[in-house]
């Protein structure tokens, strides 16, 4: 990938780029905990965009896409937005840094990645902090953190891509360090690595090709029905909630709001569970929160499918140590943490399995915790 994207560049723009990439993520465990002022596990996985750039000394930005095969330019200014939907992501990250006054003068880009599409992996994100990272090298001298490039990220997809997301993508796909997932406190922003390093295991993705279209709005339910109970229990978000607050409050909320304020207080203990059992090496007790992740996500939080039902039943009957839903839900990916001696089996099983009911076959993505934003040369 670094000698097509360097080769494209130069060819394009007969200049040699310095080149830069950032990651993917994935979330170990953690999840609809963001907007309840809770905990999320993510790390960055070994899936990047990669950019080639370099400074043009023109008032405006040329950029190719050797994935879509598509050329843009645009200038800097507010009123210079592109149509081209992936452009934004670029074209804010430039706005989000000038806002903030930094420095992005016009520049060439060639960019790719092998970050797969539509698997839950963050590929907005990891162009967003490839962006970010690189203009925040060639033009500002690294003056701006990293945590603060997250959040130009984070702005990017509010502003100028129509998507009000947490933080947790851009921070796992600037933040990441190989071997180490981040515990990040999505209340008060504090965050720690503990180590990944499970021997013996491997961390597989398993996407079901599938995406159900919903007619209403369920993310925007569960998260209405969340701050419901919070403020029938006085609380500024879940965070501050027991299951004791909650169990005596059962008789006076609605039994959906119930059921939904029960997941997310669960899963805010699971991910303190997972961040102990990390460091103490036992991924035995990471795979069975997984599990009981999945089971609150599919029973209590209903943003299961019956795809990712079926993949998390066969993990079950081949003994995979852990399995979920990673990610919103209605479609996507099962995470798996499978013992190095089951790996062969439960793959051609869950293959076999699935295509047979389904009439295709799940992709398969093997990934490792490595590093998030960085240059490469």
């Not at 060439?108 to 092998?114: E, I, K, L, M, R």
């Not at 059921?259 to 997972?274: G, H, N, T, Y």
Request: charged share 25%; aromatic share 10%.
């Amino acid at each position: 990938m670094n000698d097509k994207i360097i080769k494209e560049f130069k060819d394009r723009f007969h200049q040699e780029p310095s080149l830069y990439a950032s990651a993917g993520r994935i979330n170990l465990i953690g999840e609809h905990t963001d907007y309840n002022g809770g905990f999320v596990f993510p790390g960055a996985i070994d899936k990047v965009i990669m950019a080639a750039i370099k400074p043009n000394g023109l008032d405006k930005v040329r950029v190719y896409s050797v994935d879509i095969k598509e050329y843009v330019e645009f200038g800097l200014e507010e009123s210079d937005v592109p149509a081209q939907s992936w452009a934004r992501y670029i074209f804010g990250v430039c706005r989000e840094i000038i806002k903030r006054e930094g420095i992005v003068l016009g520049f060439d880009a060639v960019f790719g990645g092998n970050v797969p599409l539509g698997a839950g992996l963050s590929s907005s994100a990891a162009l967003e902090s490839c962006f970010a990272f690189a203009l925040n090298d060639l033009f500002n001298n690294n003056s701006i953190g990293k945590f603060e490039l997250a959040r130009i990220g984070q702005s990017t997809e509010h502003n100028y891509c129509g998507v009000n997301c947490g933080i947790m993508d851009q921070f796992a796909s600037v933040m990441g360090k190989k071997g180490q997932l981040m515990c990040l406190d999505c209340r008060s922003m504090e965050y720690e690595y503990h180590p990944f390093d499970p021997q013996g295991y491997k961390l597989v993705l398993i996407d079901s090709v599938v995406k159900h279209e919903l007619a209403d709005s369920p993310y925007n339910k569960r998260r209405q029905s969340c701050e419901r109970v919070a403020a029938h229990l006085g609380i500024d978000t879940l965070r501050d909630a027991t299951m004791e607050m909650l169990d005596a409050a059962k008789s006076e909320i609605s039994a959906e709001d119930y059921s939904r304020a029960k997941f997310v207080i669960e899963e805010k203990d699971r991910v303190l569970a997972v961040c102990a059992a990390l460091d103490a090496g036992d991924y035995e007790t990471v795979g069975r929160k997984m599990y009981e992740t999945h089971e609150g996500l599919s029973k209590d939080y209903e943003v299961s499918c019956e795809e990712l039902d079926y993949l998390n039943d066969i993990a079950r009957q081949c003994g995979v140590s852990g399995s979920r839903i990673m990610g919103g839900g209605f479609g996507g990916c099962t995470i798996n943490l499978v013992k190095d001696e089951q790996y062969d089996d439960f793959i051609a099983t869950a293959k076999e399995k699935f295509a047979s009911k389904y009439g295709h076959e799940p992709k398969i993505y093997h990934v490792n915790i490595s590093d998030g934003a960085h240059k490469i040369q």
